[in-house]
C-alpha cells in the first residue's frame, strides 16, 4: 500500500480528507482549523503568499507554532518579504521559506532572461511548484487561504479536500468567506495586511504579473494579466 510522505497511509489520508470535507462543510473556520491541527500534528503546516495574516492567525490559535512556509520565488515585492518577516515577529508561527533550486540569475542564464514573460507555466513550475512540492514533503496536509469567491475557477473550492496528485490532505478553512467576511475580521482583529493591497493589488504573487485591480473586477484578475494563465499551479 502507499504511504502518505513518511505519515499516514495515504489510503488512510483520502478516507480522512473525504469524511473531514462533508462533515465539515458548514463549520467555522477555527474548527476546520482545530481539526487539521488534531489530525496531522506536526506535519500540518499553512502556505501563505503573505498578502494578508488572516489563515496564519486562525491555525496559529489551533495550533500555536504551526508552521507557515512561504515561497521565495525570487520574484517579490518588497513588501511581500517585509510581510513575511512582520508575520514571523507578530503570530505564534514558524516560518519556513522556501526557495527554487535555482536563482533568478541562474534561470536567466540557462533559459534566457525574462522566462516570466516567455513561458510563465515553466517559470511558475520552476519558482513555485517545485519548491512547494518540495516543502510539502514534510507534511501531510496543508491549509490555505483560497476563497471561493475571489474567482470564477476557485468558485467550487471545498474546506477540506484530498489532492490525488500530490497524496495530501489540503485544507481550506476559510473558502466559504466572503471579501466582506475578511476585511471584518481584519478589522476586529487588527490582522497584518500587506500594504500592497491598500495600493489596488487585491491578489499578490510576483511583481512581474501581478498588476493592480480595476474597480469592480475580481481579485485575481490582476495576476497575469493579459494572458490565459490564471492559476501557478500551487492550487491546482
Ligand atoms: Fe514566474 Fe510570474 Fe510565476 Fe512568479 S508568478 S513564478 S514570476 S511566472
Known amino acids: 500500500m502507499t504511504t502518505g510522505?513518511?505519515?499516514?497511509?495515504?489510503?488512510?489520508?483520502?478516507?480522512?480528507?473525504?469524511?473531514?470535507?462533508?462533515?465539515?462543510?458548514?463549520?467555522?473556520?477555527?474548527?476546520?482549523?482545530?481539526?487539521?491541527?488534531?489530525?496531522?500534528?506536526?506535519?500540518?503546516?499553512?502556505?501563505?503568499?503573505?498578502?494578508?495574516?488572516?489563515?496564519?492567525?486562525?491555525?496559529?490559535?489551533?495550533?500555536?507554532?504551526?508552521?507557515?512556509?512561504?515561497?521565495d520565488t525570487g520574484y517579490h515585492f518588497a513588501e511581500t518579504i517585509g510581510m513575511r518577516d512582520a508575520v514571523a515577529a507578530v503570530y505564534d508561527v514558524n516560518v519556513v521559506t522556501a526557495t527554487p533550486a535555482i536563482t533568478v540569475a541562474e534561470q536567466d542564464s540557462a533559459y534566457g532572461k525574462?522566462?516570466?514573460?516567455?513561458?510563465?507555466?515553466?517559470?511558475?513550475?520552476?519558482?513555485?511548484?517545485?519548491?512547494?512540492?518540495?516543502?510539502?514533503?514534510?507534511?501531510?496536509?496543508?491549509?490555505?487561504?483560497?476563497?471561493?469567491?475571489?474567482?470564477?475557477?476557485?468558485?467550487?473550492?471545498?474546506?477540506?479536500?484530498?489532492?490525488?496528485?500530490?497524496?495530501?490532505?489540503?485544507?481550506?478553512?476559510?473558502?466559504?468567506?466572503?471579501?466582506g467576511q475578511v476585511d471584518a475580521y481584519i478589522a476586529e482583529n487588527h490582522i497584518l495586511v500587506s500594504p500592497l493591497i491598500d495600493d489596488g493589488y487585491l491578489s499578490i504573487g510576483c511583481w512581474p504579473c501581478t498588476e493592480k485591480v480595476a474597480l469592480g473586477a475580481d481579485a485575481r484578475s490582476g495576476r497575469w494579466a493579459g494572458k490565459s494563465k490564471t492559476e501557478c499551479g500551487i492550487n491546482t
Open 5 to 71: 510522505t513518511g505519515g499516514m497511509l495515504a489510503a488512510e489520508l483520502e478516507r480522512l480528507a473525504t469524511d473531514a470535507g462533508r462533515r465539515l462543510e458548514d463549520a467555522p473556520a477555527d474548527e476546520i482549523l482545530r481539526w487539521a491541527a488534531q489530525t496531522f500534528g506536526d506535519r500540518f503546516c499553512v502556505l501563505s503568499s503573505m498578502g494578508d495574516a488572516v489563515v496564519a492567525s486562525l491555525a496559529a490559535k489551533a495550533k500555536p507554532g504551526v508552521d507557515v512556509v512561504f515561497l
Open 114 to 179: 525574462d522566462m516570466f514573460d516567455r513561458d510563465p507555466e515553466r517559470c511558475c513550475a520552476i519558482r513555485k511548484v517545485a519548491p512547494m512540492e518540495a516543502a510539502l514533503v514534510h507534511y501531510d496536509s496543508w491549509a490555505t487561504g483560497v476563497r471561493r469567491d475571489e474567482s470564477p475557477t476557485r468558485a467550487n473550492t471545498p474546506v477540506v479536500a484530498w489532492d490525488a496528485r500530490r497524496r495530501k490532505v489540503k485544507v481550506n478553512p476559510i473558502a466559504r468567506w466572503t471579501q
